[in-house]
């Protein structure tokens, strides 16, 4: 019954890889964020999709490409992986924008490390 | 620019004694600010909010906190402690258009028997 799931829980790659990180939410959510916490576990948004749609895109380098194939799995692709990609990835969904009126439901982070 | 200092790494109570986590935030703007809890091996849990109504402001699982605008402060506190309390907060604050989280570094609760 898990609400916001994210696979795979950690990932461990070289330099220069190509990875992806799955999220899946079964909450009927319109919208969905991915968020990267660095090591000062500042989680800062990265991107946000309403209902396959992109709405926010943060200055991240255009390596991170999210892809939605449903409103219910928001996925990160990420390319040519740099040490500096290393941190934690939380995958969030809401059932509206607003981060203020709308609560948001947290996966349990992908650890990626990059070697 | 938003930013949020939470005051303690690591906490640590008794079972029965009352919790204080402390937070201070930076804001430009009049803040919504949010307490979040993180079990181990477990997604962010939303344990209450303040978005400009009540300044108490009661959450889940007997946590509270109150927004004080003079000392910049959105304090967590709890009557008493319950071991399934241990876990890591973080205090966040949101940006201007809502559309940023702003996450303290976290504070590590320990609750003892």
């Known amino acids: 019954d898990t609400a916001v799931s994210q696979t795979p829980k950690y990932l461990v790659t070289q330099m220069g890889n190509d990875k992806s990180i799955k999220c899946e939410q079964n909450l009927g959510h319109d919208t969905m964020y991915w968020y990267k916490q660095d090591s000062k576990k500042f989680l800062k948004i990265m991107f946000s999709?309403?209902?396959?749609?992109?709405?926010i895109n943060e200055t991240v380098p255009n390596r991170f490409s999210p892809k939605s194939p449903d409103k219910a799995h928001l996925n990160l692709h990420i390319n040519s992986l740099e040490l500096g990609d290393s941190a934690v990835y939380f995958c969030?969904?809401?059932?509206?924008?607003?981060?203020?009126?709308?609560?948001?439901?947290f996966g349990p982070g992908t650890r990626l490390t990059v070697l | 620019a938003q930013s949020v200092t939470q005051l303690d790494s690591h906490v640590s109570v008794s079972e029965g004694t009352p919790v204080l986590l402390r937070c201070n935030y930076s804001?430009?703007?009049?803040?919504?600010l949010f307490w979040y809890v993180q079990h181990p091996n477990k997604g962010l849990q939303l344990l209450l909010k303040?978005?400009?109504?009540?300044?108490l402001v009661k959450g889940i699982n007997g946590f509270e906190a109150e927004f004080k605008k003079s000392e910049t402060s959105f304090h967590l506190t709890k009557p008493s402690a319950h071991m399934s309390d241990a876990a890591e907060y973080f205090c966040?604050?949101?940006?201007?258009?809502?559309?940023?989280?702003?996450f303290g570094s976290g504070t590590k609760l320990n609750v003892k028997p």
């Open positions: 804001s430009s703007y009049s803040p919504s």
């Open positions: 303040y978005t400009s109504a009540a300044t």
């Open positions: 999709y309403n209902n396959k749609e992109l709405i």
């Open positions: 969030a969904s809401s059932q509206g924008t607003s981060l203020a009126a709308d609560t948001q439901y």
């Open positions: 966040v604050v949101s940006g201007h258009n809502f559309n940023k989280f702003y």
